[in-house]
Nanobody, 121 residues
Framework: QVQLVESGGGSVQTGGSLRLSCVASKYTSCMGWFRQAPGKEREGVASIYNGGGSTNYADSVKGRFTISQDNGRSTLYLQMQSLKPEDTATYYC?????????????????WGQGTQVTVSS
C-alpha cells in the first residue's frame, strides 16, 4: 500500500505558476500526475520513472510543466508555468508498480485525494 497526499494547488491568473507536491508513504519509482476537469475524463499530465531519469509529458503541457521526484523524501513535484485557463482541474498524483511511464490513468493503482488548480483569464 502507498498513501499519497497532494498539496500546492490554488488560484492563479493566466501566465502564472504553481508547484504541486505529493508526499508518498514510501518511495515509488513509477509515478505520475493526472488531472480531471468537471465533466471530462481524467487525463495524464506527466509521468516519471527509472529513478527520475525518465519522464513523459502530455502534448498539452510540454515545455510548460516539469515533473520531478525527490527520492530521499519520497516526494513528487509538478512545476507548472505559463498556466492557461484550460489547465483548470483537480490534479492527482498516482503510483503504480507496472507500466511505468504511462499516461493512462487506468494503469495506476494508488491515488491521492487531489488538489484544485484554478487558472483565471
Amino acid at each position: 500500500q502507498v498513501q499519497l497526499v497532494e498539496s500546492g494547488g490554488g488560484s492563479v491568473q493566466t501566465g502564472g505558476s504553481l508547484r504541486l507536491s505529493c508526499v508518498a508513504s514510501k518511495y515509488t519509482s513509477c509515478m505520475g500526475w493526472f488531472r480531471q476537469a468537471p465533466g471530462k475524463e481524467r487525463e495524464g499530465v506527466a509521468s516519471i520513472y527509472n529513478g527520475g531519469g525518465s519522464t513523459n509529458y502530455a502534448d498539452s503541457v510540454k515545455g510548460r510543466f516539469t515533473i520531478s521526484q525527490d527520492n530521499g523524501r519520497s516526494t513528487l513535484y509538478l512545476q507548472m508555468q505559463s498556466l492557461k485557463p484550460e489547465d483548470t482541474a483537480t490534479y492527482y498524483c498516482a503510483a503504480t508498480g507496472f507500466f511505468c511511464g504511462s499516461l493512462d490513468y487506468r494503469r495506476y493503482i494508488y491515488w491521492g485525494q487531489g488538489t484544485q488548480v484554478t487558472v483565471s483569464s
